[in-house]
């Protein structure tokens, strides 16, 4: 996850015998055991799954080897705990976790369910084999982040659109790596019940199928950060006469931010996105909008200069936007070129870095 101490312990076959191998074989039952806390049953349910891919043997009769998942709050954790000299530190508190052997039981243990969930999944990593060649790695494990967010993007808008299936899927494997948020990417690809025409049907989302998807994604400790572009990227929308004189050029890619209509577009679509997203965050995109100062703020751009006027517009949807009670981000690319400009944004605004392509001299001017 980050920060991580890992020390090998022996396997214990006796009380009062060491043995200097480091594995525990599994060719017996594995006996999974938790608390009765929802998300610990879910923890363990997912770590039983995988041991049934790799056809483990799975019996709440011991014959083998226990797993065991801990609450740190319990007197038998505090005591594993001190007997292995292993500290649980406030810094872990959140989503860390230890993993220690004791006998012939290996303990998860963990002050949240999220910690659970990530010891858990590093169970999994230390599973190797299959059947009756399955072993499990012995270790003493302190693991913790180093960064609080950990997301992956994903552009749902060109290409080939993603099945829901496919979408959980994805959800489980960036979970598997404590991967903690999970941010698609939309332009036109998210059903509007106020904008119909804009998502393709068979190539977007319904709100019915995101809804489902944050259920999902919430039993993996995945928030969903959605990014509906709000200023450039918009051509598949702008293409329709109905939306045409919102665009900066005809039917071009950009909203004009002099036009009314534009800030009252995106409001109507962020509302509804925030509905559907219930998490503490919007990306409102914002990047790459070349045509801006080509067609209608011409003139504004030409007086004023070009990211100023830039500025002026998202913080005028930071305004629109400030009664869903959300913390907003966009794509720094544009207001990178002018910090000055920049001063004057929203604090609570986050500009993301962005580039497609390795930096010979570092990413630092971003």
Known sequence: MGQTEVTKVPLIPAPRELDEKAVLPLTGSVTVRSSLDNE??????????????RDIPVSAKTTGVSIELLRL??????????????????????????????????YDIAATSTGIFYGVQT?????TGHAQQAVLQTAKIRDWPAMKYRGQDDDLSRGPFPTLDYQKKQIR???????????????????????????PPGGSMSRTEVEELVRFAQQYHVSIVPQQEAFGHLH??????????????????????EQPGSLQLTSKWFAQVAQMFPGPFLHIGADETDDLGLGQTKGAVASRGLVPV??????????????????????????????????????????????YSMQEHGFDKW
Not at 123 to 127: A, D, E, G, H, S
Not at 246 to 254: A, F, M, Q, R, W
């Open 40 to 53: 610990d049953l879910f923890a363990a349910k997912d770590l039983v799954n995988e041991l049934h891919l």
């Open 73 to 106: 709050d319990t007197p038998k954790a505090a005591s594993l705990l001190a007997a292995h000299h292993l500290v649980f530190t406030d810094t872990m508190r959140d989503e860390g976790y230890a993993l220690l052997y004791d006998r012939r039981t290996f």
């Open 123 to 127: 169970i999994k990593q230390l599973v």
């Open 173 to 199: 494997t960036l979970a598997a790596f404590k991967i903690n948020i999970y941010s698609p990417y939309f332009e036109n690809n998210l059903q509007y019940a106020s904008d119909p025409l804009i998502a």
């Open 236 to 257: 598949h929308v702008l293409m329709h006469e109905r939306y045409n004189h919102l665009s900066e050029t005809p039917h071009g890619t950009v909203l004009a931010p």
């Open 310 to 355: 830039y500025i002026d517009f998202i913080t005028q949807v930071h305004e629109a936007l400030r009664p869903l009670h959300k913390r907003l981000l966009f794509w720094g690319d544009v207001a990178m070129n002018s910090p000055e400009s920049v001063k004057n944004l929203p604090k609570d605004m986050i500009a993301v870095p962005w580039q």
